[in-house]
């Protein structure tokens, strides 16, 4: 028998993953077309498409700029100082665009893969794995040095890390299509060797271990995001690491006996800080478990949980209105959208109520900070058997 993508048959009964395979794609398949169908029209745009004058790194050097950072007024040539919570808009965001819309386009052919079987769409997203990591002219390396710098104090900085999360979708999107006759069996290789040498970055570079240990969302989305490159180039050390890192690093140190993120709640914008890192915890679990590591049922000795996690928070994605804490400095009204932790939350924990919320949200959002914190956007190629 065939081991599911993320999690087991033994987690999650195969009826079950068929069934929601079939109901998550009955919501989805007519966006899962038009924006795959969209995506066939795109060319590829890297990071060597834009370049910005303050960036210490080469063309081909992934580069972005602290969100809540602004000029002085007091000192408007001189270091910038932070405003929490307010993005300036100033900010060079042309890179993180151009990743975010890759892994929108990978995201929309391998889910219209999944549901179709048609070579085509493998067909486009070759020429845009290719541009990024195959083509010695257009592709990015595979450091993130220069992210989230800020203007007179950093060149790079590890928080920057977090700008690569939107990788995974085209990771786990490229594990969908490989499967497919059509793929470049050089290009996959290229592509596989590529996202070591990320990953050892990752593991390695001071930056990857200071977001390591960072103790909020960012500690979160440094498992998840190494999980998902760990799983796609079969490195089972860096799994148990990811594994052991959550129930004894993340989970205990980031969920209050409530299943609430206190660290998030602290924040300015408490709420989408809350739905974001809830996210990225439920794809650690969905990412790490298999047959010896059952992340999704596993639980603290004082009872936290990734599903008391999900049961916190869903009755103020149901109704946010009964938002008990302050609300949201900016994009407030943006949030909540369909949400990973509601559909996959209601498969393995067999909770109609999420999965009817999830139906109900907005699939297509457009909002910048909202798809920037939405990594997982296509369900579909998640669920797999």
């Known amino acids: 028998m065939r ?14 993953i068929a069934q929601s395979q079939r109901e998550v794609a009955a919501v989805l398949k007519e966006h899962i077309l038009a924006e795959a169908n969209q995506a066939l029209k795109e060319m590829p745009v890297t990071v060597t498409s834009a370049h910005s004058e303050r960036s210490a790194g080469g063309k081909h050097d992934f580069y972005s700029e602290g969100d809540y950072w ?21 900010n060079f965001t042309a890179h993180r665009k151009a990743m975010v819309r890759f892994s929108r386009i990978i995201g929309a052919l391998a889910s219209a893969y999944k549901i179709t079987g048609d070579d085509k769409y493998v067909k486009h997203a070759i020429r845009h794995l290719q541009a990024w990591f195959a083509d ?16 007179g104090r950093y060149t790079g900085r590890g928080i920057g890390i977090i700008d690569t999360i939107h990788l995974m979708e085209v990771a786990q999107g490229i594990l969908v299509m490989e499967k497919s006759r059509s793929m470049n069996r050089t290009l996959l290789s290229q592509t596989r060797q590529w996202f070591r040498l990320y990953l050892q970055w ?6 990857g271990k200071d977001e390591m ?27 148990n690491f990811c594994r052991d890192r959550y129930k004894n690093i993340l989970l205990p140190n980031q969920m209050a006996i409530d299943g609430s993120f206190p660290r998030e709640l602290k924040r300015t914008k408490p709420y989408g800080y809350s739905l974001f890192n809830l996210d990225a915890m439920v794809m650690v679990c969905h990412i790490l478990s298999d047959a010896s590591h059952n992340l999704w049922h596993y639980k603290t000795a004082d009872g936290k949980s990734i599903q008391k996690g999900i049961e916190f928070l869903y009755p103020y994605v149901n109704d946010k209105s009964k938002w008990p804490y302050p609300k949201d400095l900016m994009y ?13 939350g209601a498969t393995v924990f067999k909770q109609r109520d999420w999965f009817n919320t999830w139906k109900q949200l907005d699939h297509d959002p457009s909002v910048e900070e909202v798809l920037r914190n939405l990594p997982v956007r296509n369900p579909i190629i998640w669920l797999e058997n």
């Open 3 to 16: 081991l599911l993508t993320g999690v087991l048959f033994v987690i999650i009964p195969l009826f079950a």
């Open 70 to 90: 602004w000029p002085d007024p007091e000192n408007p040539q001189g270091p910038y100082i932070q405003r929490d919570g307010m993005t300036n808009p100033e």
């Open 136 to 151: 010695t002219t257009t592709l990015m390396n595979p450091s993130l040095r220069y992210a989230q710098a800020i203007k």
């Open 202 to 207: 990752l593991t390695t570079h001071q930056y």
């Open 213 to 239: 240990n960072a103790e909020n969302n960012h500690g979160t989305c440094w498992v998840m995001q190494v999980a998902a490159f760990a799983r796609f180039t079969a490195n089972d050390t860096i799994l």
């Open 332 to 344: 407030w009204d943006n949030w909540p959208v369909a949400h990973p932790f509601l559909v996959f």
